[in-house]
């Protein structure tokens, strides 16, 4: 089985800044990896697929990159409405999600 | 549109089990896979096992392999999944999600407590 080690556990941001989330695979996923943003109740809505496409409706100040066993997720000018958590999730070989990150205003 | 409608919260007793719904419109389910995932609250999101509409081909995560039972009505376009041999341990919100997850249910919450 793929395991996803994702940092930090939970960031503290202002508004306006630049916040970045780090997902490293046990073995090269070819850059199969989508990134999921989660508000509490809700279901997780996809952001990112293959590591740095948007899917629609994705805001540009969202991007991912990466390669092998190496992914990152970031937030430029981090808004009020993207407090939540995130997750990355491979899905190469079955499907794992990370441990999640809380993105929390500081 | 695409629409993913789970059926509502379950409270069963330990030993029991549970069918939980999955219920689809806006797009062509029999020729669709369906995931679904097990969440507890403040935690991460476990990958239970898929459905072909197809043929009703299954695939599991082993951890849930005894546990989940993937099934498909096409003709209500509706996913289903059985959770037997309920313990504490299950009590979790779970989604159904079509491939490549990018709609979703709402979630189902299920509690298990005698």
């Known amino acids: 089985d793929i395991q996803m080690t994702q940092s930090p556990p939970s960031l503290s941001a202002s508004l306006g800044d630049k916040v970045t989330i780090t997902c490293q695979a046990s073995?090269?996923?070819?850059?199969?990896i989508a990134w999921y943003q989660q508000k509490p109740g809700k279901a997780p809505r996809l952001l990112i697929r293959?590591?740095?496409t948007l899917e629609s409706g994705t805001p540009s100040r969202f991007s991912g990159s990466g390669s092998g066993r190496d992914y990152s997720f970031s937030i430029s000018n981090v808004e009020s409405e993207d407090i939540a958590s995130y997750y990355c999730?491979?899905?190469?070989?079955?499907?794992?999600f990370g441990a999640g990150t809380k993105l929390e205003l500081k | 549109q695409v629409k993913l409608q789970q059926s509502g919260a379950e409270l069963v007793k330990p030993g029991a089990s549970v069918k939980l719904s999955c219920k689809t419109s806006?797009?062509?389910?029999?020729?669709?896979?369906m995931s679904w995932f097990k969440q507890i609250p403040g935690q991460s999101i476990e990958w239970i096992g898929m459905?072909?509409?197809?043929?009703?081909?299954?695939g599991y995560n082993q951890k849930f392999k005894g546990k989940a039972t993937l099934t498909v009505d096409t003709s209500s376009s509706t996913a289903y999944m059985d959770l037997s041999s309920l313990t504490t341990e299950d009590s979790a919100v779970y989604f159904c999600?079509?491939?490549?997850?990018?709609?979703w249910g709402q979630g189902t919450l299920v509690t298990v407590s005698s």
């Open positions: 806006g797009y062509t389910f029999s020729t669709s896979y």
């Open positions: 999730l491979q899905y190469v070989n079955l499907y794992t």
């Open positions: 459905i072909y509409a197809g043929d009703g081909g299954t």
């Open positions: 999600a079509r491939h490549p997850f990018a709609y």
């Open positions: 293959y590591t740095s």
């Open positions: 073995q090269n996923i070819n850059k199969y």
